[in-house]
Structures are given as C-alpha cells and as structure tokens.
Nanobody, 119 residues
Framework: QVQLVESGGGLVQVGGSLRLSCVVS????????LGWYRQAPGKQRELVAL???????NYTDSVKGRFTISRDNAKNTVYLQMNSLRPEDTSVYYC?????????????WGQGTQVTVSS
C-alpha cells in the first residue's frame, strides 16, 4: 500500500521560507514521478512543481525562481523548498506520487499540510 506522509507546513511572514517534506512508502521510489500541488479555499487544486524519476523538474509560473523541488532517493523523500513566500501562496499543500503500471499508472496523495503566509 502506497503511503505519503507530509510535514513542514506552518505560519510564516511574507518573504519568509518553509521546507515541506513528503516520505513515500510502499512502492519503488526511484521509478515514480513526484509532485506538489496546492489548493486554496474555494479554488481548484493546482500543480506547483514536479520532479520526474530522472530528476527533471517543472514549475508553475507563479513559483519559478522562488520554489525548488528535489528528491532524495536514499530517503524516499521529496522536498519543496519555498522562499520569498507571498500571501497568495497560502494553501493546503499536497504531495503526489504517480506510480507507473503498464501503459498507465496511479496517483497517490498525502493528507495535506497547511501553509499560511501572513502580511
């Protein structure tokens, strides 16, 4: 059973930094694509950043230059380093793992961690 456990959210002032962590268990970590999504109240869940099994990264435009996604295959962990935080970054952040199976795959989600940026 694939499980994702997030940590690292909290309250931070504008311009501050936080690092989110997500430990993945129950699957072969090295083959999976990992991502961070966020969902603010009344809005749809949106992609923040992705890192592929090969280490390629992709970011939504609003976080480019401020957020960095990384993975540590030895620790089965994916990170999201968030710098220069803004009030609009306030959301619940979810870790995602896409596990390939045959010609498709399955999405798994963490429980979410709240990030609040105060002005």
């Amino acid at each position: 059973q694939v499980q994702l456990v997030e940590s690292g959210g909290g309250l931070v002032q504008v311009g501050g930094s936080l690092r989110l962590s997500c430990v993945v268990s129950g699957t072969l970590f090295t083959i999976i694509r990992l991502g961070w999504y966020r969902q603010a109240p009344g809005k749809q869940r949106e992609l923040v950043a992705l890192v592929t099994a090969g280490g390629r990264t992709n970011y939504t435009d609003s976080v480019k230059g401020r957020f960095t996604i990384s993975r540590d295959n030895a620790k089965n962990t994916v990170y999201l380093q968030m710098n220069s935080l803004r009030p609009e970054d306030t959301s619940v952040y979810y870790c995602n793992a896409y596990v390939p199976k045959g010609f498709s795959g399955y999405d798994y989600w963490g429980q979410g961690t709240q990030v609040t940026v105060s002005s």
